[in-house]
């Protein structure tokens, strides 16, 4: 009986053993790839949600640094910004000396460039462009801020004119929209008041600008419908920017309201972190004088005359939009612009070919990745095209919108 009921027991076995398997697993595997599609679900659902905070974080962050190179900037313009002081420059004895040489050596209105011993390379490069046209260094009168500046510029051309004004806050290299590059511009604003009040009329000028022709012979200065003319931003007539001050190439006639004008541009650079060009965008565009007026684009351009189908090439064409103060002649040198040999003299062939790409239209643009501080700008401007483009808004915000351009602008 015993034995008879193990034998059962064993069979059994046997037959559960090689019964089907119950179905208990499969659920198992269906809970399971449930699970892990659920898992990815909730980690797809979360990646969005952690893009949507780490670019809010990002923003926080560059806005705390904007702030804090606002707050920089303006302290550094109040601490220095007695060293370029209208009336430290009226009653200097370099200013009467310069007063002086302009009634006695020009017929003509001079050009002011600005110039420390870290824009010297520049500067060489600029006399070189324009050594061959007529009548040019002997318009130019270079505000040289430092000694080294004034001793090498008159060592390497010394019929070039200068008006010596040693400014320590300059003395370092500086970028854009920090404390030294605003004072800069304050100290410009400045000379222009005092030259206004001695009724001298006068070119402002930089020397990051190509001159493929003589702009001063253009008579721009025997033009009385206007009392100060101005280089322009944008593409062409049709760009939302035009009538936008570009403030690197421009001319002014004295009288009160041009004096006004800079009077009340250099208070506003003294207090406010706003660029030069902004004040003067909305000054011209809000006041009734004094009479603004714009070079074509036929004329004067831009750097972005480049990016476009390079037709009616301009008499000077400025090659600025670079953040960094230091790398604007190495970009500049990609583009074909750079005229001075390693010893130190000029190519005038190179200068030759310049103007003849420029004239065909065969400045090469593609094979040269643009600089960091070219994207940012043609990304700002991409973006102020838009904003000037809105229906009713774009025509309400074009006075005042360049005034917030620093704030705007991501400097890195």
């Known amino acids: 009986m015993g034995t008879e009921m193990r034998r059962r027991h064993v069979a059994d076995a046997v037959r559960d053993s090689a019964s ?3 179905s208990i697993p499969d659920d198992s595997k269906k809970k399971s790839r449930k699970c892990s599609v659920s898992r990815t679900e909730k980690m797809l659902y979360r990646v969005p949600v952690i893009l949507f905070y780490a670019f809010w974080f ?6 705390l640094r904007k702030t804090q190179n606002a707050i920089a900037a303006v302290r550094y313009v109040k601490r220095h910004g007695h060293t370029v002081a209208q009336e430290i420059i009226e009653n200097s ?9 302009l009634d006695e050596e020009f017929t003509r209105p001079p050009a002011f460039l600005l110039l420390n011993q870290y824009a010297l390379n ?15 260094h002997e318009r130019l009168i270079f505000v040289t801020l430092d000694t080294v500046a004034r001793d090498e510029l ?10 010596h004004w040693p400014t320590p806050s300059l003395y370092k290299p500086f970028s854009f929209a920090e404390g030294p590059y605003q004072t800069i511009y304050l100290l410009r604003a400045n000379l222009a008041v005092s030259l206004l009040k001695k009724g001298k009329s006068f070119w402002m000028m930089q020397q990051d600008t190509f001159w493929r022709k003589n702009l001063f012979e253009v008579g721009f200065e ?8 101005f280089d322009q ?7 939302m920017r035009t009538n936008w001050v570009n403030g690197a190439n421009f001319f002014v006639r004295a009288n009160n309201d041009t004096i006004k004008f800079f009077e009340r541009l250099a208070d506003k650079l003294a207090h406010w972190y706003t660029p030069d060009m902004g004040v003067m965008i909305h000054q011209c565009h809000t006041w009734g004088r004094p009479k603004c007026a714009y070079f ?5 351009h831009s750097w972005e005359w480049m990016y476009t189908a390079q037709k009616n090439p301009p008499y000077i064409m400025q090659l600025d939009c670079e953040t960094d103060g230091g790398s604007k002649l190495m970009q500049l040198g990609k583009f074909g612009f750079h005229f001075v040999d390693k010893n130190g003299t000029c190519d005038h062939e190179k200068v030759q070919q310049a103007r003849d790409r420029m004239e065909a239209g065969q400045i090469e643009v593609r094979r040269n990745f643009p600089s960091w501080g070219r994207l940012q700008f043609k990304a700002y401007w991409y973006i102020v095209e838009y904003i000037l483009w809105t229906p009713y808004i774009g025509p309400l915000l074009k006075p005042y919108l360049a005034m917030v351009g620093y704030i705007l602008m991501i400097t890195v």
């Open 222 to 229: 025997d033009d009385m419908s206007y009392d100060a003319i």
């Open 58 to 63: 990002l923003f926080g962050i560059l806005v």
């Open 233 to 239: 931003l944008g593409v062409n007539e049709k760009s």
């Open 20 to 22: 089907p398997s119950p």
């Open 122 to 136: 520049m500067t060489y490069n600029f006399l070189c462009n324009t050594a061959s046209l007529p009548g040019v």
């Open 296 to 300: 074509p684009y036929e004329l004067a």
């Open 93 to 101: 004895r370099e200013f009467d000396d310069l007063i002086h040489m």
């Open 154 to 163: 008159r060592k390497m051309w010394p019929t070039i004119r200068q008006f």
